[in-house]
Nanobody, 114 residues
Framework: QVQFVESGGGLVQPGGSLRLSCSVS????????MAWYRQAPGEQRELVAH???????TYIDSVKGRFIITRDNEKNMMYLRMNSLKPDDTAVYYC????????WGQGTQVTVSS
């Protein structure tokens, strides 16, 4: 049974930073391109960043230069370092595969507000 557990969210002021963590079980983690997604209130879930099994990173334009995605294949973990946070980054953040994402976790809430 595949399971994704996200953590590390919270309330932060604009310009602040957070580091999200994703623990994955029940999946051959190392062979998949993995991604962070987010869903803001009233919006559809969007892919924010993904990282290939060899560590190649890709970001949407709105987070380029601010977010950094990393992974540890030995620990089945993925991370998202978020810097210079903006109110528009407020959302629930999820981790999953890029291809055929399913078994969504609870996500972790990120709120950027003064």
């Amino acid at each position: 049974q595949v399971q994704f557990v996200e953590s590390g969210g919270g309330l932060v002021q604009p310009g602040g930073s957070l580091r999200l963590s994703c623990s994955v079980s029940g999946l051959n983690f190392g062979i998949y391109t993995m991604a962070w997604y987010r869903q803001a209130p009233g919006e559809q879930r969007e892919l924010v960043a993904h990282i290939s099994r060899s560590g190649i990173e890709t970001y949407i334009d709105s987070v380029k230069g601010r977010f950094i995605i990393t992974r540890d294949n030995e620990k089945n973990m993925m991370y998202l370092r978020m810097n210079s946070l903006k109110p528009d980054d407020t959302a629930v953040y999820y981790c999953n595969r890029v291809i055929d994402p399913d078994s969504w976790g609870q996500g972790t809430q990120v709120t950027v507000s003064s």
